[in-house]
């Protein structure tokens, strides 16, 4: 008791009270109480019933305040997407998950208002000025049309990229982004020369790859740049299948098929997303080896993908969420890389159109399904 007894002589509490004492922490410079009534210790040293009741009282009021004020906020998150809510119900559990983490509780301080293009890039303004009169606290988007939809409506209200393919599109640095937006990147362009690596390996003495793009989303000229220089240097033709609207992906398979194109890239963006069944089928039907950019073109039926981790990429904005609705300026936060990738091979699909895959690419595989 004596360490205690000391902390409450008169002489050391009187002037300005420099030194108190908290549970577990030992003395402190600034006193403890200085936002609750001090007790005047000159005199008589308090007795330590009473010193425990006040300090105890103290030590609870600040964390029950805090959780009132987190909770008694209702923050409201606009998501601004490609595909369905039921079509994207991975990547949003996972961030939803990302923001439980951080103590947050869908119904209690966080609503999603949803807003899916659904396949049709051209909804996205009208999508994004809808988010803005709703008055949300923060976008989240994902792709390019997205992010310069909302762009275009706002430059105040924060943007929070959950996946962006070439970010320095919408932003002067990844380091310093400025303004109203932040995220992460998707890294799309930077892989496209490992996607063509890939297929080509897949198809022996491949002489033609084709990229299966929608050249209205500005994302995609710069992975046809990516898919050209990689294919000269093997050696192999490269050839565009330009995809604008659902009506033009049969008959880009039948171009491709007429030219016997030996494999395919499939671009990501709402049109490809949106019909990645259909993309699927049609490359069975033609039996077109074809890789993709995520896995949720694999559970479509796809061939084989390889790309970010989007389920990471989607956990991982809900910090950002987090920084911002704390104070933090989109402009200040850092954009960041994926940190997470994912081979996936349907061993199904290749059987069904006769393509053998082979021992090492199978183990370097994360996920086969058969």
Same mark, same amino acid.
């Given at each position: 008791m004596t360490a205690f007894s000391h902390s409450l002589d008169p002489e050391r509490t009187s002037a300005s009270l420099k030194t108190c004492f908290r549970p577990h922490t030992g003395p402190l410079e600034v006193c403890y109480f200085e936002r609750v009534r001090c007790p005047d210790l000159s005199g008589e040293a308090m007795r330590r019933r009473e010193f425990i009741?006040?300090? @105890?009282?103290?030590?609870?009021? =600040?964390?029950?305040?805090?959780?009132?004020?987190?909770? @008694?906020?209702?923050?409201?998150?606009?998501?601004?997407?490609?595909?369905?809510?039921?079509?994207?119900?991975?990547n949003m559990d996972?961030?939803?998950?990302?923001?439980?983490?951080?103590?947050?509780?869908?119904?209690?301080?966080?609503?999603?208002?949803? +807003?899916?293009?659904?396949?049709? @890039?051209?909804?996205?303004?009208?999508?994004?000025?809808?988010l803005v009169h709703l008055k949300v606290d923060v976008i989240v988007t994902r792709g390019t049309p997205a992010v310069l939809a909302a762009k275009n409506v706002t430059t105040s209200l924060p943007i929070v990229m959950a996946?962006?393919?070439?970010?320095?599109?919408?932003?002067?640095?990844?380091?310093?982004?400025?303004?109203?937006?932040?995220?992460?990147?998707?890294?799309?362009?930077?892989?496209?020369?490992?996607?063509?690596?890939?297929?080509?390996?897949?198809?022996? +003495?491949?002489?033609?790859?084709?990229?299966?793009?929608?050249?209205?989303?500005?994302?995609?000229?710069?992975? =046809?740049?990516?898919?050209?220089?990689?294919?000269?240097?093997?050696?192999?033709?490269?050839?565009?299948?330009?995809?604008?609207t659902s009506s033009d992906i049969a008959s880009a398979f039948d171009a491709a098929s007429r030219e016997h194109t030996d494999g395919v890239i499939v671009g990501i963006d709402v049109l490809t997303q949106a019909n990645g069944k259909l993309i699927a089928e049609l490359a069975l039907k033609y039996r077109i080896p074809t890789i993709y950019a995520s896995k949720e073109f694999i559970e479509a039926g796809g061939l084989i993908s390889y790309g970010p981790n989007y389920p990471d990429l989607y956990?991982?904005?809900?910090?950002?969420?987090?920084?911002?609705?704390?104070?933090?300026?989109?402009?200040?936060?850092?954009?960041?890389?994926?940190?997470?990738?994912?081979?996936?091979?349907?061993?199904?699909?290749?059987?069904a159109i006769g393509l053998e895959i082979s021992p090492t690419l199978l183990a370097r595989a994360d996920e086969v399904i058969e």
């Open positions: 009741t006040l300090l @105890g009282g103290a030590a609870m009021a =600040w964390p029950l305040a805090a959780t009132a004020q987190q909770v @008694g906020r209702l923050h409201r998150i606009g998501v601004l997407e490609t595909t369905s809510a039921d079509q994207n119900a991975d996972a961030l939803r998950l990302g923001m439980k983490v951080l103590g947050y509780i869908e119904g209690q301080n966080f609503v999603v208002e949803y +807003r899916s293009a659904n396949g049709r @890039g051209e909804r996205f303004p009208e999508l994004a000025s809808d996946a962006m393919g070439e970010p320095l599109m919408v932003v002067p640095s990844l380091a310093h982004p400025g303004g109203n937006i932040t995220g992460l990147s998707g890294f799309s362009t930077d892989l496209e020369a490992k996607r063509f690596e890939i297929l080509d390996g897949l198809v022996p +003495r491949a002489g033609r790859i084709a990229g299966l793009y929608n050249m209205g989303n500005p994302l995609f000229p710069p992975q =046809w740049n990516e898919l050209q220089r990689a294919a000269q240097i093997r050696g192999v033709q490269s050839q565009l299948l330009d995809v604008r956990r991982r904005a809900a910090s950002y969420i987090d920084k911002i609705f704390k104070g933090e300026k989109p402009g200040d936060l850092p954009i960041e890389q994926p940190v997470k990738f994912e081979l996936i091979v349907n061993l199904k699909t290749a059987k």
